[in-house]
């Protein structure tokens, strides 16, 4: 997905606008009508020549209107990978990855019910992450991160709420500073709740917890994930 060139990751998710809407640019500021505010190269890195329209582009779903070439800066700026997301409205385009180490995802089923779920089995998820080192889109690129408590086991129940957050891809994880033990540099939980207690609650994180699945798929709402990217690798 990273070989795609930037031009056309844009120009699969937008298109020139008819005219320019009398508004303001959300990325430059500067007025539709007006050129784009960012320096933008002609040529990229590789010497390729940018052939993105000086225009107004309109996203294809969401329909909101910013500058093309605002839009690639903001795209040549981010981990670039073949994803966009609307900066007025957060509709993402394409598989947004996040920021995720690289590490294994199992999912398992398990017969038994979780408190306050009797009625369907368990999805059992267990996250393994190995050490590594912190990539460009990490808070210190090139150090390394630790990885502590792992692997982690978590618990849905298998239902259709359960099975959707069950495919949350990338999201889960990300390097930064636990809130927990204060220590830097390591991986941490990433604002998606996950339930890390299947049969108790000693940490909070367990069942029974009526309001999880609404309050989880609206975490992952506001990440950017709806059921439209949720579908099954
Ligand atoms: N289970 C699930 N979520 C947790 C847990 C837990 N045991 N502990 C904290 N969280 C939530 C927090 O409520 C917060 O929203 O994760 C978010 C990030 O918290 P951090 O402390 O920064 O995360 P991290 O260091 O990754 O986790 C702390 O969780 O699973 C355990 O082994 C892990 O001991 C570690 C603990
Ligand atoms: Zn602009
Ligand atoms: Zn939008």
Not at 2 to 7: G, V
Not at 73 to 83: C, E, H, L, V
Not at 124 to 142: A, D, F, K, M, R
Not at 154 to 171: E, H, I, Q, T, Y
Request: aromatic letters at 6%; charged letters at 20%.
């Amino acid at each position: 997905a990273s070989a795609q060139r930037p031009e056309d990751v844009i120009q699969r998710y937008m298109q020139v606008a008819a005219g320019a809407p009398d508004e303001d640019c959300i990325i430059c500021m500067d007025q539709l009508s007006n050129p784009s505010g960012y320096e933008t190269p002609s040529t990229d890195e590789g010497g390729a020549q940018n052939t993105l329209p000086d225009a107004v582009g309109k996203f294809i779903k969401c329909g909101h209107t910013l500058h093309m070439l605002c839009m690639l800066a903001m795209y040549n700026n981010g981990t670039k990978d073949g994803s966009l997301q609307c900066p007025s409205c957060k509709t993402i385009y394409g598989e947004k990855t996040g920021t995720q180490p690289k590490g294994k995802m199992e999912i398992y089923s398990i017969a038994q019910s979780l408190p306050g779920h009797p009625d369907c089995g368990t999805i059992q998820i267990i996250y393994s992450i190995p050490p590594g080192l912190q990539g460009p889109e990490h808070p210190n690129p090139g150090q390394p991160y630790s990885c502590r408590g792992f692997p982690r086991f978590c618990f849905l129940p298998d239902n259709d709420k359960g099975r959707k957050v069950a495919w949350m891809r990338r999201l889960i994880f990300t390097v930064g500073t636990s809130s927990t033990t204060g220590e830097p540099d390591t991986v941490v939980w990433n604002g998606v709740h996950h339930k890390t207690e299947m049969m108790s609650n000693l940490s909070g994180h367990g069942y029974p917890d009526p309001n999880y699945l609404d309050n989880v798929l609206s975490e992952l709402a506001s990440q950017g994930v709806t059921d439209d990217c949720l579908k099954p690798p």
